[in-house]
């Protein structure tokens, strides 16, 4: 059901002809939805939409205001574009007048459940099914908390609005633009959700640290019955979502954190946004049976019957399912954990180069969260075998505003003078590389794990790569040995130190931009 505030709580300068539909609930936001024809129902009641053009984030389109705020501290360049001041404030007027007369769907939601770090937040979105995606993802708050809401950003959302970009000063007619001085997300052109949540994501990214001292983390976090916490970084394909979600600890959160500066982590978000390719029950249970009324299913295709076909790529490879968090069974709730006991750096290297398991000294974890490396398999054609090194700064390189440095100084500064443990987990190749080794056994890379976690390991013998000075694990109960040393899994022994080698340059090409503004004792961290 609807909430009525009162006129002065959802007075929205700009938009004075407008009606507004706020605080909505999930089974009347799907309702219109039908009503409007921005989505279909599946079999069991769940809305999936189409996002239109764009089924998923655009990198090149999203734009950060310089501005008295930014203009010092923001790291400027192809990740972090900048748009000046005065184009901002036209084509947000240009916006409003757009979104003028329409009725609107407006929420208030929080970011961040650290009280002392939270942010407040309106959305006002053009479609109701985008509000739905809201509702599922930020933090909602209590009816008294509704009653003395006063949100600091905004959140303005005109997928139907397309830009002019020679009048506008855009690459092209979609974009989300982050002003920290208006303290506002623009985004017009595109109906892609993620946008909306990896907008606060770096708006996060730049306030915790020069706010607050809290270090923000695009990882997923657990807490186990001893009451540790753990968290999982990594790229896409590498293992986050399946490893952290273990049914024998809880899950904080799946994707985005911070670490509050008296060593509290927290979640950003009240939901989970899930890709949902191939997904099945026995793969990813707690993701597929959290798929019911109240979700919101996107560019997933569905048979005759309205049953989804997860195996289906025709409209994109990228379909995703959002939900609330506790759509799910095993949960923290509010969701925050202590200091992390054990952090893990997971990365699918189809080079079949990295160890399974290593430690990692506290610069050595700077380098490597400064790096965010994995290797994708290139394609799925006849004939390619070639795998392709992505580096992704902070296992998050698209949402951070400031200079890796910075946020790799700070973790380092957590670190210090405490007993946790980075480890560098291979969730990749062994034997060779793609197309002549094989995966490392998911079985095996879950026992090492949880051998970590467990403490089996804190007096496990080790051997230190000459390359890359990586303490690789030596020895671990239930993992067979002869798998622990990659090199030995190679039957071409000269093969490995030359794919070592190439690996290792690759690292050092990669960590060249970051120079710079990194300190020596992170440099010297990297392969010799």
Same mark, same amino acid.
């Given at each position: 059901?609807?909430?009525?505030?009162?006129?002065?709580? /959802?007075?929205?300068?700009?938009?004075?002809?407008?009606?507004?539909?706020?605080? /909505?609930?999930?089974?009347?936001?799907?309702?219109?939805?039908?009503?409007?024809?921005?989505?279909?129902? %599946?079999?069991?009641?769940?809305?999936?939409?189409?996002?239109?053009?764009?089924?998923?984030?655009?990198?090149?389109?999203?734009?950060?205001?310089?501005?008295?705020?930014?203009?010092?501290?923001?790291?400027?360049?192809?990740?972090?574009?900048?748009?000046?001041?005065?184009?901002?404030?036209?084509?947000?007027?240009?916006?409003?007048?757009?979104?003028?007369?329409?009725?609107?769907?407006?929420?208030?939601?929080?970011?961040?459940?650290?009280?002392?770090?939270?942010?407040?937040?309106?959305?006002?979105?053009?479609?109701?099914?985008?509000? +739905?995606?809201?509702? &599922?993802?930020?933090?909602?708050?209590? *009816?008294?908390?509704?009653?003395?809401?006063?949100?600091?950003?905004?959140?303005?959302?005109?997928?139907?609005?397309?830009? =002019?970009?020679?009048?506008?000063?855009?690459?092209?007619?979609?974009?989300?633009?982050?002003?920290?001085?208006?303290?506002?997300? #623009?985004? !017009?052109?595109?109906?892609?959700?993620?946008?909306?949540?990896?907008?606060?994501?770096?708006?996060? &990214?730049? +306030?915790?640290?020069?706010?607050?001292?809290?270090?923000?983390?695009?990882?997923?976090?657990?807490?186990?019955?001893?009451?540790?916490?753990?968290?999982?970084?990594?790229?896409?394909?590498?293992?986050?979502?399946?490893?952290?979600?273990?049914?024998?600890?809880?899950?904080?959160?799946?994707?985005?954190?911070?670490?509050?500066? =008296?060593?509290?982590?927290? &979640?950003?978000?009240?939901?989970?946004?899930?890709?949902?390719?191939?997904?099945?029950?026995?793969?990813?249970?707690?993701?597929?049976?959290?798929?019911?009324? !109240? $979700?919101? #299913?996107?560019?997933?295709?569905?048979?005759?019957?309205?049953?989804?076909?997860?195996?289906?790529?025709?409209?994109?490879?990228?379909?995703?399912?959002?939900?609330?968090?506790?759509?799910?069974? &095993?949960?923290? +709730?509010?969701?925050?954990?202590?200091?992390?006991?054990?952090?893990?750096?997971?990365?699918?290297?189809?080079?079949?180069?990295?160890?399974?398991?290593? @430690?990692?000294?506290?610069?050595?974890?700077?380098?490597?969260?400064?790096?965010?490396?994995?290797? @994708?398999?290139? !394609?799925?054609?006849?004939?390619?075998?070639?795998?392709? *090194?992505?580096?992704?700064?902070?296992?998050?390189?698209?949402?951070?505003? #400031?200079?890796?440095?910075?946020?790799?100084?700070?973790?380092?500064?957590?670190?210090?003078? %405490?007993?946790?443990?980075?480890? /560098?987990?291979? %969730?990749?190749?062994?034997?060779?590389?793609?197309?002549?080794?094989?995966?490392?056994?998911?079985?095996?890379?879950?026992?090492?794990?949880?051998? $970590?976690?467990?403490?089996?390991?804190?007096?496990?013998?080790?051997?230190?790569?000459?390359?890359?000075? #990586?303490?690789?694990?030596?020895?671990?109960?239930?993992?067979?040995?002869?798998?622990?040393?990659?090199?030995?899994?190679?039957?071409? @022994?000269?093969?490995?130190?030359?794919?070592?080698?190439?690996?290792?340059?690759?690292?050092?090409?990669?960590?060249?931009?970051?120079?710079?503004?990194? %300190?020596?004792?992170?440099?010297?961290?990297?392969?010799?």
């Amino acid at each position: 059901m609807s909430r009525t505030p009162s006129a002065g709580a /959802l007075s929205i300068s700009g938009l004075d002809r407008a009606s507004f539909s706020y605080q /909505l609930d999930p089974q009347t936001l799907t309702k219109l939805a039908l009503e409007m024809g921005r989505g279909t129902l %599946t079999a069991n009641g769940v809305l999936n939409i189409p996002t239109g053009k764009f089924t998923g984030r655009s990198p090149e389109d999203r734009f950060i205001v310089r501005d008295a705020h930014t203009e010092d501290l923001v790291w400027w360049g192809k990740v972090n574009i900048p748009f000046e001041a005065d184009a901002y404030r036209a084509l947000k007027a240009r916006v409003l007048d757009y979104l003028n007369g329409k009725n609107l769907y407006v929420r208030d939601a929080f970011a961040g459940a650290e009280p002392s770090v939270q942010i407040s937040l309106r959305v006002i979105n053009e479609f109701p099914e985008h509000n +739905l995606f809201c509702y &599922n993802m930020f933090l909602r708050p209590t *009816a008294t908390e509704l009653e003395h809401v006063n949100p600091e950003w905004t959140i303005l959302h005109a997928p139907g609005f397309e830009a =002019d970009p020679q009048r506008d000063g855009t690459r092209q007619g979609n974009f989300a633009i982050l002003s920290f001085d208006d303290k506002t997300i #623009l985004i !017009g052109g595109t109906g892609y959700t993620g946008e909306m949540k990896k907008g606060i994501f770096s708006a996060l &990214n730049f +306030l915790l640290p020069t706010q607050h001292h809290a270090l923000p983390m695009h990882c997923s976090a657990n807490l186990g019955n001893d009451g540790a916490t753990a968290l999982f970084f990594g790229l896409s394909g590498t293992g986050k979502t399946t490893l952290s979600a273990d049914p024998n600890r809880q899950l904080i959160g799946d994707d985005e954190h911070g670490w509050t500066p =008296d060593g509290r982590i927290f &979640n950003f978000e009240g939901g989970c946004y899930a890709k949902v390719i191939d997904l099945t029950e026995e793969k990813e249970p707690d993701i597929f049976r959290a798929i019911r009324p !109240g $979700a919101l #299913l996107e560019n997933v295709v569905l048979d005759a019957a309205g049953v989804p076909d997860y195996t289906s790529k025709k409209i994109t490879e990228n379909t995703r399912v959002s939900y609330p968090i506790d759509f799910i069974d &095993n949960i923290v +709730l509010p969701s925050q954990g202590p200091a992390p006991k054990h952090i893990f750096f997971l990365t699918a290297d189809a080079y079949g180069i990295l160890p399974p398991l290593s @430690k990692l000294t506290r610069a050595q974890a700077a380098y490597h969260f400064m790096s965010g490396y994995t290797a @994708k398999v290139a !394609g799925t054609e006849a004939g390619v075998t070639e795998p392709k *090194a992505a580096f992704s700064a902070c296992f998050g390189a698209p949402f951070m505003p #400031l200079h890796p440095s910075a946020y790799a100084e700070m973790l380092m500064r957590k670190l210090e003078g %405490t007993d946790i443990q980075v480890w /560098l987990v291979n %969730t990749g190749w062994t034997g060779g590389a793609y197309g002549t080794g094989h995966r490392i056994s998911l079985k095996n890379t879950r026992r090492l794990i949880q051998a $970590a976690m467990s403490g089996e390991l804190d007096n496990a013998p080790t051997a230190t790569d000459a390359r890359f000075g #990586l303490a690789r694990i030596a020895a671990c109960p239930d993992v067979p040995t002869d798998i622990l040393d990659p090199r030995e899994t190679w039957s071409d @022994k000269a093969a490995y130190d030359a794919g070592a080698e190439r690996l290792a340059g690759l690292f050092r090409d990669n960590f060249a931009k970051f120079e710079a503004g990194t %300190t020596d004792e992170i440099k010297a961290a990297g392969p010799r």
